[in-house]
């Protein structure tokens, strides 16, 4: 008999990450193994880097861990593949169900913003999967940053179920359990340590290096440009110091920033961004002799521009943490956009100033 | 006795969460006189902004809101209101081009590479 599942997921194959059946009034139900193959530990690190996480995801529906009864806690969780297999590997021992909710392969905090990780999803899956049936109790194990997007008293109301915000990790959760469903104050709360910072960079230099070649072939052009055509020896040699540049202010925005987010002074994204991007050109620039760098309008237009692209960069890094709010990132665009186009028009006017010297026009 | 009031703080009980965003920006707004006490609000955020105060809620710390709604999709008197949103940057901008205030775009087919 075909385990439960939405028809658009129905497979051929039990899952890879599956271990047996468990049965149950409604059929039989996969089991998850609570260990890691070498593929989910490659697809951890792929997520991290790329386009693969927008594909990386498990079937909707019910789970088990272990061997659960009828009388078993449910958790909840989205269908990101890489949340999934966080919560089933911390579940390792327990006797659980785990009911997946549909989140378009979306982890459950940026789900719960979204609202797929929502109220009227939960309660189409209690419904789809007959969980009324599997289980004698009405309570549901939520995470706790799925409280975003779902109102505990909605689905109590629509569907009988009782709503529990759990710990925000899911490490916490067997001690939560063991703890008659008590949280302390540091299983409520998100914080943002330095690791947590570091797996998010990747994709934060991802995007921004996808943007480089723009950027590079403008100084190409900008050195290479002459009355006689492009030269393209002249160009290299003359950009090489300004690439090095733009390459050091995309790390500093992307990766240096918030990697020391909390030792950077000021709490504004777009002023640390900005500092670091003037400490690293400080360090790095007694480094370089080329005689470009010597040429005054140049100069002016790259401690200009180097340190507001920096700025800019870090500023994208708001999207990703666990502490800033819209309001704040308006507030800072308010300021940084003209700010950052102003920066953006007196270096195209230090530019075009030094060209037109070098062509002896002025 | 002190009780606190919509707009006081409760010193001394803030979580000391390490790393904190722009002060005074929060668009949370906590009506105590609506508040009768159910819990829900320090159940849910993740900032440590609530805690509980003879009986009713009280705020902590406010500028460790980060706006997420958690708390004000879950009171059910009313007492708790945020302007919750996207707070990324590029949505941010993206909204300002086209007139609107878009989501991402994570989880619409074909979209970038953020979440």
Known sequence: MQPLQTLKFIKKEPPKWSAGTVSTPVGPIFRASSNWSDADRWGMIKSRTGAFRMNYFVAPGLYAIGDPTADSHILVTANYKLTFDLLRRELKGMNAWILVLDTKSINVWCAAGKGTFGTEELIRRIADTKLDVVVNHRKLILPQLGAVGVAASEVQKKTGFRVVFGPVQARDIPAYIKAGYKKTKEMSTIQFPMLDRLVLTPMEINPAMQKFPWIAAGILLIFGFQPSGILFRQAWSNSLPFLLLALLSVMSGALITPLLLPFVPFRSFAIKGLIVGILSMSAVMPLLDQKILHNVPLRIAAWLFFPIMSSYIALQFTGSTTFTGMTGVKKELKVGIPIYIGTVCISLVLMILFKVREWGLL | ?115
């Open chain 2, 1 to 115: 006795m002190h009780i606190a009031g919509s707009n006081d703080s409760v010193q001394g009980q803030g979580m000391g969460v390490a790393i904190k965003y722009l002060a005074n920006i929060t668009t949370l707004r906590y009506a105590a006189d609506k508040c009768i006490g159910c819990g829900r609000c320090v159940e849910v955020c993740p900032r440590g902004v609530f805690v509980m105060q003879d009986k009713r809620a009280a705020i902590t710390d406010k500028d460790q809101c980060m706006e997420c709604g958690a708390c004000a999709r879950n009171c059910d008197f009313s007492a708790l209101s945020v302007n919750a949103g996207v707070g990324c940057a590029a949505a941010i901008i993206t909204g300002l081009l086209t007139g609107r205030e878009p989501t991402c775009g994570c989880g619409d087919t074909g979209s970038g590479s953020c979440c």
